[in-house]
């Protein structure tokens, strides 16, 4: 059990941190492209602990870029997505789940908003450190799980709509607590969250069984196109631009069914080839029992977690798929069995 020693290691907030959060007056919350259940529940419940603690609290969140099934999140913290302006007119931005500021979700990047001293708040083991402040806990399942100790440490009551957002979030990068990030602080939080109200059926209902048609549609491209290795190591699938486009869907529609590869029994690594852009190629890499897929997808310039990365390359999804399936084949030809 070499995991115990970090299993309830507190993420405990530092110092500076608070501080700076305190400090401010008109707070803009970021967070990372093509967002996820654990960008938007920490982006939602700390965007309402801030302005019960009276802040001015913006929301970066350019048009177009939340997934249906994850506009639950959104609707639940009711914020309208800030203007270049007002983002201008902040004194502090806080990003969250964002590896890199190139990531960060805002229209023009960071060099729209010159002179805004940025708090990087991350969980994610390539994360660049591009703030002023920065807390970067790679042992933290979540981004989430850091947000119920900053919002603790802030003094901010938790109303039982931000437990379900944290919750969500929590419930999302640990597959509803099925995957290696789930430890015992993790649990704890999920425990603190459902003290507090969150809504547990209600997150695993919109979250793991309210698919559109559109989305279910997609996940039958997604079956029918998988495939196994040979040797039974690697499974992959793909859907093209206009796969996603006839099954009624776009770009933002694509978020975790790199899941369904990953389901094959006896794998260690799955990758979802998904074209949302034409001539976009967005690459979901997993490793199971710990296959470090993280080195897989530097390799093609991406980043992430050891386990869950991501990559885009530009080209044809054959030929992509081509590439890249060559240099997976000759990484889990690597792996011990
Ligand atoms: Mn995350």
Redesign the pocket.
């Known amino acids: 059990m070499a995991k115990t020693q970090n299993a309830n290691k507190a993420n405990a907030v530092p110092d500076d941190i608070s501080r700076a959060i305190l400090a401010a007056h008109r707070i803009a919350l970021a967070g990372h492209v093509t967002p996820?259940a654990?960008?938007l529940g920490s982006m939602g419940a700390l965007a309402l602990g801030l302005k019960d603690l009276g802040k001015s609290v913006r929301v970066a969140m350019p048009a177009g870029s939340v997934s249906r099934r994850l506009s639950y999140l959104t609707d639940l913290f009711d914020l309208q997505p800030a203007t270049t302006s007002q983002l201008q007119a902040c004194d502090l931005l806080i990003g969250l789940?964002t590896a890199k500021d190139r990531r960060l979700n805002i229209d023009g990047k960071l060099d729209a908003l010159p002179g805004i001293p940025v708090l990087n708040v991350d969980?994610?083991a390539t994360n660049t450190r591009f703030g002023k402040w920065n807390w970067v806990d790679p042992q933290a399942s979540?981004?989430?799980e850091l947000v119920v100790d900053l919002v603790a440490a802030l003094g901010c009551p938790l109303t039982p709509t931000m437990a379900t957002l944290l919750y969500a979030?929590i419930h999302g990068?640990t597959q509803g607590f099925s995957l290696g990030n789930t430890s015992t602080k993790s649990l704890a939080a999920a425990h603190a969250l459902a003290a507090s109200g969150a809504r547990i059926p209600e997150v695993c209902e919109k979250l793991q069984r309210s698919h559109s048609r559109s989305e279910f549609d997609l996940l039958k491209v997604i079956y029918g196109n998988a495939r196994v290795s040979a040797d039974g190591r690697l499974a992959w699938s793909t859907a093209s631009h206009e796969e996603i486009t006839a099954a009624g869907c776009v770009a933002e529609d694509i978020d975790n069914q790199v899941e369904i590869p990953r389901s094959v029994e006896g794998i260690r690594v799955a990758i979802l080839f998904t074209e949302g852009v034409p001539g976009k190629i967005r690459m979901n890499f997993r490793g199971e029992r710990g296959a470090a897929v993280l080195e897989l997808a530097r390799e093609f310039g991406g980043g992430g977690h050891p386990t869950s990365a991501g990559a885009i390359l530009d080209g044809s999804i054959a030929a992509v798929t081509e590439q890249v399936l060559a240099k997976a084949r000759a990484f889990v030809a690597e792996l011990s069995r």
């Open positions: 996820d654990d960008c789940d969980h994610h979540s981004v989430c979030g990068d």
